[in-house]
């Protein structure tokens, strides 16, 4: 633990010598996020009718390769990039007609989206973005169960989709920490129950993320 | 940059809804049953009976769930008891006196009870309700009580066979699902007879009329004008399933009788803006349904007499004359309309002049032998009133004919007018009163029945003629003949329609009153036909017809949609699209 503490400080220390400084980075760039992860209560449905699942929040890890547009682009200021996320969630409780009981396991998503933001640059520091992504996520079930019963293990490739809005900070022209929220949704994936039948479950979740953008 | 921080927030406010918050309709199925209650009403009945089981199911004690129907019934001594009813799997029928222990099992999870089937006799058999009255087409639950020889008593209800002495009458069910069902049929009484084991019990019950269970009120038009009206209708449904138009019965109500009144036989008067519940009641029964009134509430009265420019000090009529007059509403939205049949026209000194009012928008003043010269009229509605002098002269100058020429279609019609000037200078369009006469009718008719002064001097194209027709009027006033300077002359032609073209003065809003023109296009020649084109509104909820008879091509807004407004000239039809937005 000393060790870890001791990397992460010096990975930290070239900070220290940032000045704050207006982002005019263009070109190529990667990043890595971490964040929490608040998947809401999908609805689930089946042959029997509908049921609720609901979940604790999780953290997220994600990384990013993409290309900060040149100032003053026709196209206009902003950035275009490869996003690949992975997100779980374990299943807190599930609701039915007879009301509400202990649910287990996990749901997965490993998403892989190209994201479009817009972004104000000021003459300061920091730069607020807006966008949207669009690609395709593979939601997993791993090994969720009711009351200890098996509900699913399967997994289901849909579209996927995110919305998001943030803030850059610019410690220098090839070093942006970003601060933002992303809203994740996908079509409905459609997963095999244990008993054969298959059911359909929504999936959005709200995240916030930190991240470090490096510009080469 | 603010308009990214907005961008942003409104994203957040547009997701953050989210969420699955619905009631669930599955049943979980998931949760292990750990294990079963079996209850029933009593542990002990008579041979012969039967006893209906409940089995509860109790799911890791997170859960119970009525699982009768999922579970397997059995008894361990089916010569005593046993489950024979495939209907109703819960249900145990008692054979002879003993004790049978039954069982409910579902996969590994099982619970029994212990019956004991007792050897007492069927003493009497009594059915409930007694003697009960329903209407026709009501149903009735029987209920059937035996008082066996231990002094027990038991629902026999499903056990028992059951007869209606008149089905014609009411119907009972003997099906194991309905058993003592009633259904009554028509009126009259029946015997309803309930047996067990030879020993019968009986009640009578009495079908009376349907009565009335519902009502319904409807409307063509659930949008209308202020100061308008609008018809309901109320039909009930009767227990027999049977209906009937109850308008002229109920009672008629308005929830806010500030935006519209009703009266008996279920007319509504519209008199502002805003919504009401329109309801009808009977016997306790109502039903109801929204009117809503557009078209601004009326701000301000204005008398105009068609073709005449009245003078500074309110009107002048010829004595013994008939002219039409209009009251046009000023609105609080800003329009205006025609609303001559809506507000209450009174005369102060009705020896000088009456109003006589003989159908829609259509209002005659007519004056009397001049007198004591000057008296009022007053177009009032509500709050809202006008007043103007009116003042009757016995003195005409001279008369005028409106138009010097006229073309004509043979088939068409259009309108001459008289123009008087009166002694104080002062115009009146003496149509009305005039004589007319056509020196050419096989080219031209002209109107002239006393008994429909309206269409006075209204020109008929007979047969085209190189020739124009000549007509002419003339108005007699106390022995002195009155004749135009110059009569009229109209040309009648004959060519091939080519199309009809409607046009719009302006654009139609609600409340407001906008012109309609139908124009026939004939070769080298055009004419406006909008007195002689059929108007036609699809939508009443948007547009409407000011008046489709003394007013045609008017067309007033009502509510916001697109309305098609049609225009039949002969066989030529066009549609317009009329939009209030």
């Given at each position: 633990m000393k060790r870890t503490c001791q990397i992460l400080i010096a990975l930290c220390l070239p900070l220290l010598f940032c000045g704050p400084v207006r982002a005019q980075h263009t070109g190529p760039y990667v990043g890595a996020f971490v964040g929490g992860d608040m998947l809401m209560t999908s609805k689930g449905s089946d042959n029997q009718g509908t049921f609720s699942l609901s979940y604790n929040p999780s953290l997220l890890g994600s990384a990013v390769l993409g290309w900060d547009f040149e100032p003053n682009n026709p196209v206009g200021e902003g950035r275009i990039e490869l996003e690949y996320t992975h997100r779980s969630n374990q299943l807190d409780k599930v609701k039915f007609v007879q009301g509400e009981v202990k649910g287990s396991g996990n749901v997965i998503a490993d998403s892989l989206l190209v994201n479009f933001f817009g972004v104000f640059h000021d003459r300061g520091p920091w730069a607020p973005y807006v966008g949207v992504g669009v690609g395709a996520a593979r939601i997993q079930a791993s090994d969720l169960k009711v009351t200890g019963q098996p509900l699913s293990s399967d997994s289901s490739v849909v579209l996927a989709f995110q919305a998001g809005t943030g803030i850059d900070y610019a410690l220098n022209t090839y070093l942006n920490l970003d601060l933002g929220y992303r809203f994740f949704g996908c079509v409905p994936p459609k997963l095999a129950e244990a008993n054969g039948s298959k059911f359909k479950m929504e999936y959005y979740s709200h995240n916030v993320i930190l991240g470090l953008r490096v510009g080469f | 940059m603010i308009n990214l921080v907005w961008s942003g927030l409104l994203l957040l406010l547009l997701v953050s809804g989210c969420g699955f918050n619905g009631t669930p309709?599955?049943?979980?199925?998931?949760?292990?049953?750990t294990s079963i209650k079996i209850t029933a009403g009593t542990s002990t009945i008579a041979a012969k009976t039967s006893l209906k089981l409940t089995a509860t199911g109790d799911f890791s004690g997170l859960f119970h769930d009525d699982i009768s129907d999922q579970v397997v019934w059995s008894s361990d001594t089916p010569t005593v008891a046993e489950f024979i009813t495939p209907t109703i799997p819960s249900r145990v029928t008692a054979h002879i006196p003993g004790i049978a222990t039954l069982t409910a099992t579902k996969g590994n999870v099982s619970a029994t009870f212990k019956l004991t089937v007792s050897a007492a006799t069927i003493n009497t058999v009594t059915i409930t309700p007694a003697n009960p009255t329903i209407a026709k087409g009501q149903t009735s639950q029987f209920v059937a009580t035996g008082t066996f020889s231990d002094y027990t008593t038991q629902d026999l209800t499903f056990d028992a066979d059951w007869v209606s002495s008149d089905p014609t009458v009411a119907t009972v069910s003997n099906d194991?699902?309905?058993?003592?069902f009633a259904q009554a049929i028509a009126v009259g009484p029946t015997t309803i007879t309930a047996t067990f084991d030879g020993t019968s019990g009986t009640t009578t019950l009495t079908v009376v009329a349907a009565v009335l269970q519902s009502i319904k009120v409807t409307t063509t038009t659930p949008t209308v004008l202020s100061l308008s009206t609008a018809s309901f209708t109320a039909v009930g449904t009767f227990s027999d399933t049977t209906t009937q138009d109850l308008t002229g019965q109920v009672a008629w109500s308005s929830s806010s009788p500030g935006v519209a009144s009703i009266v008996a036989g279920g007319v509504a008067t519209t008199l502002a803006q805003g919504a009401t519940s329109i309801s009808a009641s009977l016997s306790g029964v109502s039903g109801s349904t929204n009117l809503v009134v557009t078209?601004?509430?009326?701000t301000g009265i204005a008398i105009t007499e068609p073709n005449v420019t009245l003078g500074a000090n309110g009107i002048t009529m010829l004595a013994n004359t008939t002219s039409r007059f209009i009251a046009t509403g000023t609105f609080s939205t800003g329009v205006t309309r025609d609303i001559t049949d809506a507000v209450t026209w009174t005369v102060a000194n009705t020896s000088l002049a009456t109003v006589t009012s003989p159908v829609g928008k259509l209002v005659f003043l007519n004056a009397g032998?001049?007198?004591?010269p000057t008296t009022t009229i007053k177009a009032s509605f509500g709050n809202v009133s006008t007043t103007s002098n009116l003042t009757v002269t016995p003195t005409l100058q001279s008369i005028a004919m409106s138009l010097a020429s006229l073309n004509l279609h043979v088939g068409t019609h259009a309108r001459l007018r008289v123009i008087g000037t009166l002694g104080d200078g002062t115009t009146q369009d003496l149509s009305a009163n005039a004589d007319w006469t056509s020196k050419t009718l096989a080219t031209a008719t002209v109107e002239n029945n006393p008994a429909d002064p309206a269409n006075k001097g209204r020109v008929s194209g007979v047969n085209a003629a190189a020739t124009p027709a000549v007509i002419t009027a003339s108005v007699t006033v106390g022995g002195t003949t009155f004749n135009p300077l110059q009569d009229a002359n109209v040309t009648v032609t004959n060519q091939t329609l080519q199309s009809v073209t409607i046009s719009s003065s302006s654009a139609v809003t609600s409340g407001n009153q906008v012109s309609f023109t139908a124009t026939a296009n004939y070769v080298g020649f055009t004419q406006n036909v909008t007195d002689d084109t059929t108007w036609s509104i699809d939508l009443a909820n948007v547009a409407i017809l000011a008046d489709a008879v003394n007013l045609p091509g008017q067309v007033v807004g009502v509510s916001g949609g697109t309305a098609i407004l049609t225009a039949t000239f002969g066989s030529n039809s066009q549609a317009a699209t009329v939009r209030v937005p």
């Open positions: - | 309709t599955r049943k979980n199925d998931l949760t292990s049953l194991p699902a309905s058993k003592g078209g601004g509430n009326l032998a001049a007198g004591p």
